[in-house]
């Protein structure tokens, strides 16, 4: 598949994620605060685009899967 903006062939799209991270909020007894990481979560948001221009090409797995099998 080409990307309809640049034109370039690709093999793979590059991909964001939506993650929430998680931590824990703690006050020392000096009165510091610090945060304690607990974990991330994959929020289910993705936005798949051209690794060449950046172009948004598809918001979900199915539509990156389709987009790399044209041939």
Do not use: Q
């Not at 080409?2 to 993650?19: F, H, N, Q, T």
């Not at 685009?49 to 199915?62: D, M, Q, R």
């Amino acid at each position: 598949m080409r990307c309809p903006k640049c034109g370039k062939e690709l093999k793979y799209l590059d991909v964001s994620i939506l993650v929430y991270e998680n931590y824990r909020f703690k006050v020392d007894i000096n009165g510091f605060a610090y945060y304690e990481y607990k974990g991330s979560v994959d929020e289910g948001t993705k936005k798949f685009y051209c690794p060449h221009c950046g172009e948004l090409l598809a918001n979900s797995v199915e539509e990156a899967k389709k987009l790399l099998m044209e041939k």
